[in-house]
């Protein structure tokens, strides 16, 4: 079995790099988090660091500057005074000096410099794994390969029957809950999401009623998410903090896209669009004047994380908007006046962007509930 293989490859004094490589969905992030989990593994090594190296079904790596922040905050290394990359290294460097560490690095899609992160050699019984689909991929210190079988003609049919399994629970459903399971459809792959966000856009889209009782809202959503992790159609980290959709699960209603955008049209016409999400898009600089024009239905914006510099004057038309995520648009100094406008914003998120004060005509946002 892979995982067996490997857990005997990581017992090696002479192997340092441990490759694993086959199709996608043939299990190689399952392994990952056996081993980020793993109790023989947590006895082995003084730390053990598990990194995502691409967002979603990206076809590139990302960049070197947020694989080496990854791992600073993995490492929790004192970020403070220095956004320079030398300067990072280093302190990743220092942090893991003489400690015996495992590094997971998942779905690794072009060549790796590891030491561009400021991880060190491979010494005291240090190890790298790595997950990759493609075979040719280049990355120093991989000395073993453990190559995962493809479906064979009854893992085919098994996974058929689970998909069928799945289906059936999904058609099974009432229809409140089905549409708050597929509005988690719209969130990229393999990432959490923040429980109480998810609550807050099933609440604007009024799958949880129509009234003004937002404590009976929450408790009503808590006990739809409840279902569908009773259903098995939603996971929850340790913490029950975070949801997830399962892989199969996505995959069965929606063909993957990357969500990847540098711009945007001019003024679509997207009169009955009701939620837009836009977030984890850093190459997104700019939004086009009128694109919000026609885009009155709309209830949740989520532009988190983007590399937007201003908010076009056309978003005080969304009279409709209930929530807007805006946190950690680094480059976003100032919120248009325009945007008091908006009378029925319950949930603002400004957190950690370019704001030095905040605007006074927040407090004329009489619906705002969470800010």
Not at 187 to 210: H, K, Q, S, T, V
Not at 296 to 304: E, G, I, Q, W, Y
Not at 332 to 346: D, G, I, Q, V
Request: glycine content about 6%; some cysteine; charged content about 30%.
């Amino acid at each position: 079995m892979p995982l067996e293989e490997t857990l005997d490859l990581l017992k090696k004094d002479n192997v340092k790099g441990i490759a694993i490589s086959e199709m996608m969905g043939t299990g190689k992030t399952a392994i990952m988090k056996n081993l980020n989990n793993h109790e023989e593994v947590a006895k082995r090594f003084d730390m053990v660091m598990w990194i995502k190296v691409t967002a979603g079904e990206s076809k590139e790596n990302l960049d070197m500057s947020q694989l080496q922040n990854a791992i600073a905050k993995r490492l929790k290394v004192d970020m403070a005074g220095t956004s320079d990359c030398a300067d990072i290294v280093e302190r990743i460097s220092n942090k893991l000096k003489g400690k015996r560490y495992l590094l997971l690095l998942d779905d690794v899609k072009a060549d790796l410099d590891i030491h561009q992160m400021g991880i060190p050699p491979c010494e005291n019984g240090s190890k790298i794994v790595l997950t990759t689909r493609e075979s040719h991929i280049r990355c120093p210190r991989m000395d073993r390969v453990v190559k995962l079988e493809r479906f064979s003609e009854k893992g085919q049919h098994e996974l058929k029957e689970l998909r069928n399994v799945i289906k059936f629970c999904h058609d099974d459903l009432e229809d409140t809950r089905r549409k708050c399971l597929l509005y988690g459809v719209l969130y990229p792959e393999e990432i959490g999401i923040y429980r109480d966000c998810l609550l807050e856009c099933w609440e604007a889209e009024d799958f949880l009623g129509n009234g003004s009782d937002s404590r009976k809202a929450y408790i009503d959503g808590i006990h739809i998410l409840k279902s569908l992790k009773d259903k098995s159609l939603l996971e929850e980290d340790e913490s029950q903090k975070y949801v997830m959709m399962h892989k199969c699960i996505r995959q069965i209603w929606i063909s993957l896209i990357e969500n990847k955008f540098d711009k945007l049209p001019d003024c679509p016409s997207c009169g009955s669009l009701s939620t837009l999400f836009l977030q984890e898009n850093l190459a997104l600089k700019s939004i086009p004047a009128s694109f919000f024009e026609h885009m009155t239905s709309l209830k949740v914006l989520d532009l988190c994380r983007t590399g937007i510099e201003l908010l076009p004057s056309s978003l005080s038309k969304v009279i409709s908007l209930k929530v807007l995520y805006l946190s950690y648009c680094e480059y976003l100094n100032e919120l248009p006046y325009s945007l008091e406008k908006l009378e029925h914003l319950e949930v603002l998120d400004i957190r950690d962007n370019g704001f030095s004060n905040i605007p006074s005509f927040i407090g004329n946002l009489k619906g705002l509930r969470h800010f």
